[in-house]
């Protein structure tokens, strides 16, 4: 802001001085002027001091009652700028402690901010640290995972040849099985020379059963034309024959004969042993399908022993 003061001179011209007052911007560069000025005006004379405007080189002395009112007028400026220099050094002085301060607070910040900045660095380096190592664990897991993976599938090979052999030993095992029952089966209806496991008693009561049937069947087609009915007295010949076969090779005897129309024992036995009087070694062989010794039945097969 800039004040303008008029004074009369004596040559009744009017003396112009200007006065600029700082702004709290223009404080610090205007400051030093200001102090040179106050100094001035303090020490020299206030007349002499102001400047004439428009004047000649020699001025006329001016009239002795402008005087006191220049002097006073001087005055009131000088303690105007006295005060105006103070407010502006406690301004300065304000402003240099909020400068200190602010100077400090930026050193504080400052500081925080290079060690929250240290320590962000200290974690990222951390946390790379540690993500490579959970990348080098995730890489070492999944080569882990690849080998259990292809170990696993090795397994499900050797386990899925191992169930064909497996199903191929059950199926083997159930062959065998079979095998050793009809083995069983046919040992039952073989007589131990040859092998089974029949023996004579079993033998000669299968036969004895045999013969009982056969006995009954031709009982039953007597005087009867039925071929179903005869062919079924066939199969039961057939079935005694075989029964007295294997009871003659489970008792170890000489063989088997099979009874024709009008054989008897004596002729059996002059047959084979060249005398009819050991007829009755026939007859104890085969009490089991005779019930007289002279009672032949056509068919019948006798145990030679």
Known sequence: MTRTDAHPTPSGRRRVRTTAAASPASIPANLAAACGLAVVLATADPAAAEADVGSEPTAAPAPAQ???AADTASAADAAALSERIAALESALKQARQAQAEAEARVAELESTLAQKDERRQSTAMEHTAQLSAAELRAREHKQRLMEAEARIRELEDRLAERDTRVAALEQAAAARETLSQRLETLRARLPAPEGGSLTADEAKQRAEADARHLTDLVTDARGI????????????????????????RADNARTVYRVRPGDSLRQVSRLFYGTGERWTELFEANRHVLQEPDQLLPGLTLVVP
């Not at 009915?229 to 003659?248: D, I, K, P, T």
Request: charged share 20%.
């Open 66 to 68: 402008a005087a006191p």
């Open 225 to 248: 034309d039925n071929p179903r009915l005869w062919g079924e007295v066939r199969s039961a010949e057939n079935a005694l024959h075989h029964s007295q076969f294997l009871l003659a």
